[in-house]
T-cell receptor, first 113, second 116 residues
């Protein structure tokens, strides 16, 4: 079945540091890929998405590129801020029409001033 | 748009009691999902509906859990009887059906449930 693997956390960075959060996936067909973010006390919010190979999703300074050859969708940001402290989830949706998402375990990012 | 609305935000009750969680999806969204989030198990999909019909309930942990969607604007998740191990944050999410798997899910703020 479909699965998403995220790097182990938590991750602690200083403000303005470069961020990479790894995500790899296993799926049949051609899934769509997502990054969701969960701020403390809130539900998950869509951060960015990519729907086909080589697409780059971007939002709020975050980027991720759909790499079919390495089955990866790593999240990057050039300069993190304290306000980026949150839990980040990688997810995929299969190519069918049922909109069901498969989530990774999530990783907690803490950014120090 | 108002977003996905869940109630209550917090619930504390004693074991053995019945618990009912409520969700109002975004108007026009055909899919509704119930998730449970714990530190130990992360985010788990419990059940989801399409056009008010349950499609996959394989994530429902046991018969104590039940979910209904009587109409397009309301769903409930019920636990009876509740147990301390049911303590978690429960999320409801909805998404439109158009575009198939390209559509993101929109989450509510969750219900934090504590069973004493």
């Amino acid at each position: 079945g479909d699965s998403v693997t995220q790097m182990e956390g938590p991750v602690t960075l200083s403000e303005e540091a470069f961020l990479t959060i790894n995500c790899t996936y296993t799926a049949t067909g051609y899934p769509s890929l997502f990054w969701y973010v969960q701020y403390p006390g809130e539900g998950l919010q869509l951060l960015l998405k990519a729907t086909k190979a080589d697409d780059k999703g971007s939002n709020k300074g975050f980027e991720a590129t759909y790499r079919k050859e390495t089955t990866s969708f790593h999240l990057e940001k050039g300069s993190v801020q304290v306000s980026d402290s949150a839990v980040y989830f990688c997810a995929l949706s299969d190519s069918g029409a049922n909109s069901k998402l498969t989530f990774g375990k999530g990783i907690t990012l803490s950014v120090r001033p | 748009d108002a977003g996905v609305i869940q109630s209550p935000r917090h619930e504390v009750t004693e074991m053995g009691q019945e618990v009912t969680l409520r969700c109002k999806p975004i108007s026009g969204h055909d899919y509704l999902f119930w998730y449970r989030q714990t530190m130990m198990r992360g985010l788990e999909l419990l059940i989801y509906f399409n056009n008010n019909v349950p499609i996959d309930d394989s994530g429902m942990p046991e018969d104590r859990f039940s979910a209904k969607m009587p109409n397009a604007s309301f769903s409930t998740l019920k636990i009876q009887p509740s147990e301390p191990r049911d303590s978690a944050v429960y999320f409801c999410a909805s998404s439109p059906s158009t575009g198939g798997g390209n559509q993101p899910q929109h989450f509510g703020d969750g219900t934090r449930l504590s069973i004493l």
